[in-house]
């Protein structure tokens, strides 16, 4: 059972693995991310970060669906962490479901707009966040748990 999907572009830290994780009551952290599986230095910086008493799974974009779709994941109360906009954008339009987006942490890029505090949209991921928008998918943005639920509907 899929409880959340976080876009931060830090992945896991302490305010994803602790705050958060708590938060949605998450017993499994899923950072799906094609190139972290690649990168020791990454993958031991996110496992460090892990809660104590929580699953961590890495894995790229392709087998994070895989998974999720084949069942693998459904005896979890499963968290996932990606890093961009487009990386949800693929799991969400891959996997029945996900009805929600929380936008955490989007750092600037040339050619971002910035659309609140720690977010900044590039023009392609306002088209893929509006696409899941008219789909039905709630897109909020939240930094921690006790932030206000923003709509990124009302930002826009």
Known sequence: MINFLRVD???LH???AFSWTQYVGADCILIAN?????DELRKTTIKLAKPPS????????DDSIESI???VTDKYKLFIVVESVTDAWRIVNAVEGINSIN????????GSQNISKAINLLPEEIVQLQQL?????EVEIRQVPNDRKQLLAECL
């Open 133 to 137: 928008i008219d789909s039905g998918v």
């Open 9 to 11: 572009h830090r992945l």
């Open 54 to 61: 929580v699953k961590l799974v890495i894995k790229n974009i």
């Open 14 to 16: 302490g305010q994803v």
């Open 69 to 71: 779709k084949s069942g």
């Open 103 to 110: 936008l955490g942490g989007i750092k600037a890029k040339e």
């Open 34 to 38: 094609d190139n972290v599986p690649n």
